[in-house]
C-alpha cells in the first residue's frame, strides 16, 4: 500500500490508442475468418438463382443435377418447414421463390455437395422454365396507378410527408434541382460466409456466421426452420467488413436448411459474383428539391420530392426513407418545408443498409443545393453554411428539437482553417497526376477545383424502436472476462470493449469471451450506435462490477464503500491513506453483473411528418480539393480536409481509421463505384467491373477531431462510423463543378459527364 | 468424388506437401486453404484484382486465385504462413498493428505479403512507390492512410536493425 498518486502511464484506457487485441492474429493469417471454418464430414452449400428481372418459374426440373455423384441434397420452398419468407422489418422475401421470381439473383434452390465444383455443376444442370414478364425497373413507372403490382404488398414499400410551417412562403431567392445518385456496392473483401452444424436428431442448429446482427438472424432463422428461438445457436465468424450487407439474412436460412436436411455441417460461401446478387446494396434515388431563402442567404422554406428505389423486397427502405426525409434540411436551420418521400418496389435488385443510411442520398442533394444558393446570393461556399448552421436546441423540420451537441459552425471553420495542399509539381510523378502511368492528361487540360459538404447524421435506430445492447462483467483475481453479443466487423469494439473496463475497474487484463447468442441483444453493429450502446452497455456492467468490489473492499477493510475510487490500478480511499490494488481485492472472489443499455425512447412520425423520430446527431465538415482532365474527363482527389464531430475521442488511431476508411468509399461513390443495371439486369458484378478506390486513388486526408463530450451518451462519445462518408460525396462533386463548370446533377460522376 | 483428379507435390513455405486426388481445374489458392490446411490466403474476387490471396511463388507476388495449384509444382511458394513461422512478427506485421493498418483484417494477409516482397526488393521505397506496390491490393475499410503509416514505420524500423 502506498499513499503516493500514481501517475498512469498504462496505454490501454479510454482515449489512448490501445491496439486490436486481434492484431496479431490478423496480420499473420490466423485470425479465423466466417470463410475459414471447417468441419469433419461437411458438404458445401450453393444456391441457385434466377437470370430473369421478373418471371414466372414455370417448371423446375432436377433430374440430371441429382444424377452427378457428390451431390447429396437439393432443397426449394417446399423443402422450407416455417414461414416460407423473411425480412428486417417486412417479411416479404421468399426464403426459395416458388412462383415468381422478382429480381437477377433471387435464390430459387440450394444444393449440397462434395465440392465446390460438384456444387456449381449440379446448379448448371438444374433446369428452370420461366415466362418471362416485363420487368419494372423505373421507380416512378412502378408507382404509376397502371403499373402492374410486382408483389401481393404493393409497389409502394412507405411513403411518408414532411409538412410543417408556411407552405406558401416564397423567398427572394429560389434555386431547384433534380439530383440523383447510383447504386453503390458495400464491397466489403470477407465474402458471405457460414458454417451450420445440425444437433444429433435434428432438433437444432449450431452455426457459426458472418454478420452484423447475430439476434436478429436467430429470429429470423428460427421462424423459417419452425425451431424454437433456443434451438438455433450463433456464434460470430470471423467477418470480413460489413458496411451494411450483412444486415439483412443472405445465406443464414439455406445453410442452416442443409444442415437439418442433410444431417451433415454445411459450409456456404459467396463468390464476389454471388456476393453482389446475395447482399442489398444502397438505394438509388432521385431528389427534386427547391430552397427558398432572403437575399442574403438565409434558408426559409425547403420543398422537395424525394423518390428511393427500394428493389423488389422491402429489406430495411422504409427505415432508409425516413432517414432521407428527415435530414433533407442538412446541418441547417429550416422552419418551413413540403417534402414527400416515397420507397418504391421494382424488379431492380433489393437495396438496404448502407454506411450512411438515406442521408448520403439527401447530403448530396442539400450540399448540391447549398451551392447553388450561394451562387445565387453572391457569397461563398463557407459563408452560406456558417449563416445557416444549426446549434443545440434548434428545431428541425419534423419539430424535433436537436438536444445533441451541435458545433456545425466549428466542423466548418475548423475545416477551412486546413492548410490547402501544394500545387501540382511541374516534375511529378506521373502516378500522382490525374490519368496516371499512362501520362494521358496533358498540364494545360488539368483544372483544380475545390468544394465543400456538410452533413448531419442521426445515430442509432429511430422511430420508436429500442435498439438496447447487453454485456455482462466478470471480475476475478484482477481479471475482467467480457461477454456480448456485440459483432466486430473491423470497426474496433474488440478494442474499446477493454479500454472501458480498463478504465473503469483499474485491471489490466481483459479477456473478451466468445460473440454468441448466448446472452441477450447487442443490437446491430450499424448506424453508428456500437460504441454508444454496447459502450453504454459494458461501461454500465463495468460500473456495477465496481460498486460491489467497492463494497467487498469496504467490509474487510471497514471504510464507507463511497469513499472508494480506482486510482490508476488500485482501489483507494479518497479521503484517507488506504489503498489496495484491485488484484488483491479481487483475489478469490467472483463479482458478476450484467447491464441492458436503452437509449432514451423516440416517437413515430405523424401524417404531417412530426414527430421525435431520432435518437441524437453527429455532424461533420469536408472540403475537398480535386485535378481535374476537363479534356478527357479524368478525376484525381488531392485532398480531403474534414473536421468531424465526434464527442470525445476514445481511441485515436481507431477513430482516424475509420474517418479515412469512410473517406474512401464516399470518395468511391463520388467518382467510380456503381452498380450499372441494364433493364434490372447487372452490367458489372465483379472487382474487375465495380471500381474501388486502390492505394493511388487515396487523396491526402487532414482530419480534426471536435471532442465537445455528448451529455446524453454513455462515453461522452459520439458514433463516428457513418459521417466520414456522407459529406465527402457532395464535397468531390462540387470541387469537379468548381473545376468544370458544368452542372453534374448525378454521382458517381463519369468521365463522359464531364468531357461530353 | 470429382473426375479428372491428380496426385501431385507442392512445396510451401520450404515444406513439400503431397496433394492427393484433387481436381486437376482447383486454383493454388483453393489448394492451400481447403487441402494444404493454410487458410491465411485469402479469397474475395477470384479475378486477381484485390490481391487478399497474394503469395509469393518463385521470388515474384502472384495472386494464387489465378494460379492453377497443379501447374505451380516446381515452384518455390511462400505464403502468410511462412513470414512468421515461429510465431515472431515481422517488421511490417508489426507496424501494421502499431500504426492501425488493420480493421477486418480480410485484406491484411495479402498485403503483408505484398509489402514484405516490395521491400525486400526496395528497402527505401518513396511514397508513391509504396502506393504503387500494393495498388493491386484492395483495403475496402482503412482508406489506406493508416497502412501508409505502417509502410513507412516497417522501412525505418528495418533500416533501424540494420
Redesign the interface.
Known amino acids: 500500500m502506498s499513499s503516493a498518486t500514481k501517475i498512469s502511464t498504462r496505454r490501454d484506457i479510454l482515449g489512448a490508442?490501445a491496439?486490436?487485441p486481434?492484431?496479431?492474429a490478423?496480420?499473420?493469417?490466423?485470425?479465423?475468418?466466417s470463410?475459414?471454418l471447417h468441419a469433419e464430414h461437411m458438404l458445401w452449400g450453393a444456391t441457385l438463382r434466377s437470370p430473369h428481372p421478373f418471371a414466372r418459374i414455370v417448371s423446375i426440373d432436377f433430374a440430371a443435377a441429382y444424377k452427378i455423384?457428390?451431390v447429396e441434397a437439393i432443397i426449394t420452398a417446399q423443402d422450407v418447414p416455417g414461414k416460407k419468407t423473411y425480412g428486417l422489418i417486412a417479411s416479404d422475401q421468399p426464403v426459395f421463390a416458388s412462383e415468381i421470381v422478382r429480381y437477377v439473383g433471387e435464390p430459387i434452390a440450394a444444393v449440397a455437395a462434395?465440392?465446390?465444383?460438384?456444387c456449381r455443376r449440379a446448379l448448371a444442370a438444374i433446369k428452370v422454365e420461366y415466362e418471362i414478364l416485363t420487368p419494372i425497373t423505373d421507380a416512378e413507372v412502378a408507382l404509376l396507378p397502371q403499373t402492374m403490382q410486382i408483389h401481393p404488398d404493393g409497389n409502394l414499400f412507405r411513403h411518408q410527408r414532411i409538412v410543417t410551417g408556411d407552405q406558401n412562403l416564397q423567398g427572394d431567392v429560389i434555386v431547384e434541382g433534380t439530383y440523383e445518385m447510383g447504386m453503390q456496392d458495400?464491397?466489403?473483401?470477407?465474402?458471405e460466409a457460414a458454417l451450420a452444424i445440425p444437433d444429433s436428431g435434428g432438433a437444432g442448429v449450431e452455426m457459426y456466421v458472418a454478420t452484423q446482427w447475430l439476434h436478429e438472424d436467430q429470429k429470423q432463422i428460427a421462424a423459417c426452420l419452425n425451431l424454437p428461438i433456443d434451438k438455433i445457436r450463433l456464434t460470430l465468424g470471423?467477418?470480413?467488413?460489413a458496411?451494411g450487407a450483412r444486415e439483412d439474412i443472405s445465406l443464414q436460412v439455406h445453410c442452416a436448411l442443409l444442415a437439418l436436411h442433410t444431417s451433415r455441417p454445411i459450409k456456404m460461401q459467396y463468390?464476389?459474383e454471388e456476393s453482389f446478387y446475395g447482399h442489398v446494396h444502397r438505394h438509388p434515388a432521385k431528389i427534386w428539391i427547391r430552397h427558398h431563402a432572403t437575399r442574403a442567404g438565409v434558408i426559409q422554406r425547403i420543398e422537395s420530392r424525394m423518390v428511393f428505389d427500394g428493389g423488389a423486397y422491402a429489406s430495411t427502405s422504409s427505415a432508409v426513407l425516413i432517414n432521407g426525409i428527415t435530414h433533407i434540411q442538412g446541418p441547417y436551420r429550416c422552419s418551413n418545408a413540403t417534402v414527400d418521400g416515397f420507397a418504391v418496389r421494382t424488379n431492380n435488385p433489393p437495396c438496404g443498409a448502407m454506411r450512411g443510411f438515406g442521408v448520403v442520398q439527401a447530403c448530396y442533394a442539400h450540399e448540391s443545393q447549398m451551392d447553388k444558393l450561394a451562387v445565387a446570393c453572391g457569397v461563398s461556399p463557407v459563408e452560406i453554411r456558417l449563416l445557416n448552421a444549426m446549434v443545440t436546441g434548434d428545431k428541425l423540420i419534423t419539430g424535433q428539437v436537436v438536444e445533441s451537441v451541435a458545433p456545425v459552425a466549428r466542423c466548418i471553420t475548423e475545416t477551412d482553417s486546413i492548410a490547402m495542399p501544394a500545387p501540382l509539381a511541374h516534375d511529378a510523378?506521373a502516378?500522382?497526376i490525374v490519368g496516371g502511368s499512362g501520362l494521358t492528361s496533358l498540364p494545360h487540360n488539368i483544372v483544380r477545383g475545390v468544394g465543400w459538404g456538410v452533413s448531419i447524421k442521426n445515430l442509432m435506430y429511430s422511430e420508436t424502436f429500442d435498439d438496447f445492447a447487453t454485456a455482462r462483467c466478470q471480475l476475478q483475481d484482477g481479471v475482467v472476462h467480457l461477454k456480448y453479443a456485440t459483432v466486430e466487423?473491423?470497426?474496433?469494439f474488440v478494442i474499446l470493449a477493454p479500454q472501458i473496463a480498463r478504465s473503469v475497474l483499474g485491471v489490466d487484463e481483459v479477456v473478451i469471451d466468445p460473440v454468441d447468442t448466448r446472452i441477450g441483444s447487442a443490437g446491430s453493429t450499424s448506424a453508428s450506435r456500437q460504441t454508444w450502446m454496447s459502450g453504454g452497455a459494458v461501461d454500465g456492467a463495468c460500473r456495477l462490477v465496481r460498486q460491489r468490489l467497492f463494497e467487498h473492499v469496504g467490509k474487510i477493510h471497514n471504510i464507507d464503500p463511497l469513499r472508494l475510487v480506482i486510482e490508476d490500478t488500485d482501489v483507494v480511499d479518497m479521503l484517507g491513506d488506504f489503498r489496495i490494488s484491485v488484484i488483491e481485492a479481487s483475489t478469490g472472489v467472483l463479482i458478476e453483473e450484467t447491464f441492458e443499455h436503452h437509449h432514451r425512447p423516440t416517437e413515430e412520425l405523424d401524417a404531417n411528418g412530426q414527430g421525435n423520430c431520432h435518437v441524437a446527431f453527429a455532424f461533420v465538415a469536408h472540403r475537398a480539393v480535386v485535378d481535374v482532365d476537363v479534356e478527357l474527363g479524368l478525376v484525381k482527389v488531392i485532398q480531403i480536409a474534414t473536421a468531424q464531430d465526434v464527442g470525445r475521442v476514445l481511441n485515436p488511431?481507431?477513430a482516424?481509421?475509420q474517418i479515412?476508411?469512410?473517406?474512401?468509399?464516399g470518395l468511391g461513390l463520388a467518382v467510380m463505384e456503381e452498380i450499372v443495371l441494364d433493364n434490372g439486369k447487372m452490367r458489372n458484378p465483379?472487382?474487375?467491373d465495380y471500381l474501388?478506390?486502390?492505394?493511388?486513388d487515396?487523396p491526402q486526408?487532414v482530419a480534426i477531431m471536435i471532442e465537445e463530450p455528448e451529455p446524453q451518451a454513455p462515453l461522452g462519445a459520439k458514433g463516428i462510423g457513418e459521417p466520414p462518408c456522407i459529406s465527402v460525396t457532395p464535397a468531390i462533386a462540387a470541387a469537379i463543378r468548381n473545376a468544370t463548370g458544368r452542372d453534374l446533377s448525378r454521382v458517381p460522376i463519369r468521365p463522359q459527364d464531364i468531357c461530353l | 468424388m470429382m473426375p479428372n483428379t491428380e496426385i501431385y507435390n507442392l512445396k510451401v513455405n520450404g515444406k513439400n506437401h503431397e496433394v492427393r486426388d484433387a481436381w486437376v481445374g482447383e486454383s493454388l489458392l483453393y489448394v492451400l486453404r481447403e487441402r494444404l490446411g493454410l487458410p491465411g490466403s485469402k479469397g474475395a474476387c477470384e479475378q486477381g484484382e484485390c490481391g487478399s490471396c497474394t503469395v509469393i511463388m518463385d521470388g515474384q507476388a502472384v495472386c494464387s486465385c489465378l494460379v492453377m495449384a497443379a501447374t505451380a509444382i516446381d515452384a518455390e511458394i511462400k505464403t502468410i504462413e511462412g513470414l512468421s513461422p515461429d510465431g515472431e512478427l515481422t517488421e511490417v506485421q508489426d507496424a501494421f498493428i502499431t500504426e492501425g493498418g488493420v480493421q477486418c483484417g480480410f485484406c491484411t494477409p495479402g498485403l503483408v505479403v505484398a509489402i514484405e516482397h516490395l521491400l525486400n526488393n526496395n528497402q527505401s521505397p518513396s511514397e508513391i512507390e509504396i502506393k504503387e506496390a500494393i495498388s493491386g491490393n484492395i483495403c475496402r475499410c482503412t482508406g489506406y492512410g493508416r497502412i501508409f503509416e505502417a509502410v513507412q514505420t516497417a522501412v525505418a524500423t528495418r533500416r533501424a536493425g540494420k
Not at chain 1, 490478423?26 to 475468418?33: D, H, L, P, Q, R
Not at chain 1, 470471423?238 to 467488413?241: F, N
Open positions: 490508442s491496439l486490436r486481434d492484431g496479431s490478423k496480420v499473420s493469417g490466423k485470425f479465423e475468418f470463410s475459414d455423384s457428390g462434395d465440392h465446390p465444383e460438384t458495400q464491397a466489403f473483401l470477407g465474402l470471423g467477418v470480413g467488413g458496411f463468390s464476389r510523378n502516378l500522382e466487423v473491423g470497426q474496433g488511431i481507431a482516424l481509421g479515412e476508411g469512410g473517406i474512401a468509399q465483379s472487382f474487375t474501388l478506390p486502390t492505394a493511388l487515396a486526408v
